[in-house]
Structures are given as structure tokens and as C-alpha cells.
């Protein structure tokens, strides 16, 4: 049984949430969450509630355990970016750009 979970719009950049998301991956559940929890990057608590979320949704839609549930999938992808310039010295201008991103969560039921 497969149980997915989505945070979209993510303030936080692809590239630095990747780093976050490819420690967890193919962990159990609730050992990626405790991994989660003492990671210094600030991405690390957005994963660890889209993590939360695919639980609660485990948990409500289909009545199975926490401990039984593994990431089969965890994947994050660009979200759209916002851009705006800002002026700069000779008549030049800097653009500024808000990278954000979108985590996917994908859990499974380990069957032992």
C-alpha cells in the first residue's frame, strides 16, 4: 500500500533540500524523523512535516501503523521562482532571484 504526501511551495531552494532528503531516503519512518529532528539545515523541518503528513495520512485513510511504514519515495523538485531586480551602480540592475521547491513523500508498508 502506497501513501503519498506533497508540500508545495516550499520556501527553501531544491538544491539545499536534496542534501536534507537524500539522508532519509529508503529509512523507516520513524527513524528518518529522528534523524530529521537534530539536522542542523533549515530544510530539515519542512521534510520532517511532509514526512509527518504521509504518516497522518497512513494512519487516517487506510488505518496502518507508523512503525510499519518506510520511505519508498522521497523526491524534490523546482517550484516556480520569483524574480525581481534591484538597481545597481552605472545604470545597471541586479536581478534577485527566490528559488522554492516542491518535496514529494512516498511511503510504503514494509511487509517482514
Not at 511551495?9 to 539522508?23: C, M, Y
Not at 519542512?46 to 522521497?74: C, H, P, Q, R
Not at 538597481?87 to 534577485?96: C, D, L, N, S, V
Amino acid at each position: 500500500m502506497q501513501v503519498k504526501a506533497v508540500n508545495k511551495f516550499t520556501g527553501i531552494s531544491a538544491q539545499k533540500t536534496r542534501l536534507v532528503v537524500d539522508e532519509v531516503r529508503g529509512k523507516q519512518a520513524e527513524a528518518a524523523l529522528a534523524l530529521l529532528q537534530y539536522m542542523p539545515q533549515s530544510a530539515a523541518p519542512e521534510v520532517a512535516k511532509t514526512i509527518k503528513s504521509a504518516l497522518a495520512n497512513a494512519n487516517e485513510n487506510f488505518g496502518l501503523e507508523a512503525s510499519d511504514m518506510y520511505i519508498a519515495t522521497i523526491m524534490v523538485d523546482d517550484a516556480p521562482m520569483r524574480r525581481w531586480r534591484r538597481f545597481g551602480a552605472r545604470g545597471r540592475f541586479k536581478p534577485w532571484i527566490r528559488r522554492s521547491s516542491h518535496i514529494t513523500v512516498v511511503l510504503e508498508e514494509r511487509t517482514n
